[in-house]
């Protein structure tokens, strides 16, 4: 099971930690993938959710377990032509996506398969009680602390 951290959350919703290099890597250090919110301009990587907001390179991503949400078309094409095989996607309001390393994004709500990642549980169960028994390759939430936990009980 991959555990992911939601825009590099783990122990719930925060605006002002969420997308930044320090939460990421804290994330990280936890034993967590990490998704994270993605916008190129002009050749430049950005974090930031809404809008572009913390500049990375390129090195910096390329060295972390990272689930990368495109959030313009310009990300898209970007990680599609690079020589680096980073893990990435795009999605609005899809109830499936399929990412670059072929693992389907499952939003909220929808059926789960072996191969997936279960995105925000919480929006369904605020208990988080639906994680216990999935069988699938990945969570992704801002409360995946919590999940590993309860998974880790049974």
Known sequence: MRYIAHRGLFQGPNVNLENTPNQIDLAINRGYDAEIDVWVQ????????????????LKWLAERPLWIHCKN??????????PYALNYFWHQNDNYTLTS?????????????????MVMPEYIDGTLK???DVNCFGICSDYIDKIR???NEI
């Open 101 to 117: 390393n072929r693992t389907i994004w499952v939003n909220p709500g929808n059926v789960l398969t072996k191969n997936c990642v």
């Open 130 to 132: 639906n994680t216990i």
């Open 149 to 151: 936990s309860l998974r």
């Open 73 to 82: 078309i310009e990300a898209v094409q970007y990680f599609n032509d690079i």
């Open 42 to 57: 002009d050749d430049k990587i950005f974090l930031g959710h809404y809008y572009p907001l913390r500049k990375v390179e």
